[in-house]
């Protein structure tokens, strides 16, 4: 830097950091692979984020896939799923339906840093989700889905750094009246964060998502379209699904129930057979 400046008396530039370093895929990218799947249907509406705040203020879960991926272990509104936070079983939907894990684990709260602290206790700049802090008193009642003993994994979300996705917060904030949203990583449990079309589409099919919002395009299944199992699915995965799947057959077992006392009723081996288990529980 000293002979850059100093020696060949070049100016100083202004070098901004930003997390979305990862791949980014073109319109065309994206429509090839979605034209080559079997059992989605898509559009192309003229505002996507426009069109995504009402299906999430009409209580839909997307999936969110656009721009450069994210560096690091948040979903930070690229690769994203989003709900609305302004019910407070969405928190239990999205868990038991789309991230196949515990009902007690906790979602960030999505908000345009100008309204940060109309929300948040936040003293300072908070884009990467990296800090818990306590929820205003007087929204205590509005965004219950993100909140977790009165407090919130906050991602103030800047126009500059963010621009669609701070756009679709405040679309949603003009259907709602509130512009924050649950924000969690795109990802099925046991798996990484979906790195490109393929895998966006996959994860859409193999959780409970109503729509998956990629780039310019909603994807929508079609009519009586089983989602298949992944081809790797975690046993966690597979053991929060079997839970779902034993609770609803009509067992009075909650999700929290384990696998010692599903055993109890339910054979071992049916458990494995469901989800071709080897012994041990890993997926062939």
Same mark, same amino acid.
């Given at each position: ?36 799947? *079997?059992?989605?249907?898509?559009? @192309?509406? =003229?505002? !996507?984020?426009? $069109?995504?705040?009402? #299906?999430?203020? %009409? ?76 929820? *205003?008193?007087?929204?205590?009642? @509005?965004? =219950?889905? !993100?909140?977790? $003993?009165?407090?919130? #994994?906050?991602? %103030? ?128």
């Amino acid at each position: 830097m000293q002979v850059y400046h100093s020696v060949t008396g070049a100016p100083r530039r202004e070098v901004r950091f930003s997390v979305f370093a990862g791949p980014e895929y073109t319109e065309a990218e994206i429509e090839t692979v979605l034209a080559q799947q *079997r059992g989605i249907g898509y559009s @192309r509406p =003229p505002d !996507v984020a426009s $069109f995504a705040a009402q #299906r999430l203020a %009409a209580g839909e879960i997307l999936g969110w896939f656009h721009g450069h991926m994210e560096y690091g272990p948040r979903g930070l509104g690229h690769c994203s799923i989003l709900a609305s936070p302004l019910l407070k079983d969405m928190r239990n939907v999205v868990n038991d339906r789309i991230k196949h894990r515990e009902r007690f684990r906790p979602f960030a709260g999505a908000v345009p840093l100008e309204h940060a602290r109309e929300f948040f206790e936040l003293e300072n700049h908070s884009p990467y989700m990296q800090f818990v802090v306590s929820v *205003r008193e007087s929204a205590l009642e @509005r965004i =219950p889905a !993100v909140v977790h $003993f009165r407090t919130c #994994r906050a991602q %103030a979300v800047d126009h500059f750094e963010n621009p669609l996705f701070h756009k679709l917060l405040l679309e949603f904030g003009k259907q709602t009246g509130c512009p924050v949203l649950l924000n969690t990583s795109f990802n099925d449990a046991d798996e990484p964060i979906v790195y490109s079309p393929t895998d966006a589409v996959r994860t859409f099919l193999n959780t409970k998502l109503d729509r998956l919002v990629i780039g310019g395009f909603v994807v929508e299944r079609e009519r009586h379209t089983e989602c298949p199992l992944p081809r790797r699915l975690g046993w966690r995965a597979a053991l929060n699904r079997f839970r779902l799947d034993y609770r609803q057959s009509g067992s009075s077992a909650g999700p929290e129930v384990g696998f010692g006392e599903i055993a109890r009723d339910v054979s071992e081996a049916r458990f494995r057979a469901k989800f071709r288990f080897a012994d041990p529980p890993v997926v062939k």
